[in-house]
């Protein structure tokens, strides 16, 4: 099953239910702020994207919204450090929306070339 994590507010996450809605494709979606991922989930979405990103480093850099207002809280932390940040702060610091499928695949923005592919 497709899970979609980010919030109401974000138009992304609302194209990204939108995209799974048209082609019948079924898919839950989490709402950041009521209920974050849980470590588990957390892992393995780095995890999946670190295999396209080339790394751990480059996918917590690719999770990382750069335009959020709070990312001056982040921005300058040792590499070693940001990944429990962005766990404590996933509402605020997340790139939305972040869509996992299954445990091995993952994307993160609006990534729908890949979402093509997934059923």
């Given at each position: 099953?497709?899970?979609?994590?980010?919030?109401?507010?974000?138009?992304?996450?609302?194209?990204?239910?939108r995209?799974?809605?048209?082609?019948?494709?079924?898919?839950q979606?989490?709402?950041?702020?009521?209920?974050?991922?849980?470590?588990?989930?957390?892992?393995?979405?780095?995890?999946?994207?670190?295999?396209?990103e080339?790394?751990?480093?480059a996918?917590?850099?690719?999770?990382?919204?750069k335009?959020?207002?709070?990312?001056?809280?982040?921005?300058?932390l040792?590499?070693?450090?940001?990944?429990?940040?962005l766990?404590?702060?996933?509402?605020a610091?997340?790139?939305?929306?972040?869509c996992?499928?299954?445990?091995?695949?993952?994307?993160?923005?609006?990534?729908q070339k890949?979402?093509?592919?997934?059923?």
């Open positions: 099953m497709i899970q979609i994590f980010g919030t109401n507010k974000s138009f992304d996450c609302k194209a990204a239910q995209f799974f809605k048209e082609r019948r494709i079924p898919f979606f989490v709402d950041l702020k009521e209920k974050e991922m849980s470590a588990g989930e957390f892992d393995s979405v780095v995890t999946a994207i670190a295999r396209t080339g790394g751990r480093d996918a917590l850099d690719a999770l990382i919204d335009k959020s207002k709070d990312y001056a809280s982040i921005a300058y040792d590499d070693s450090e940001k990944e429990g940040k766990f404590e702060n996933q509402a610091l997340l790139k939305q929306p972040v996992r499928n299954g445990k091995t695949e993952a994307t993160v923005g609006m990534a890949i979402w093509e592919g997934w059923k």
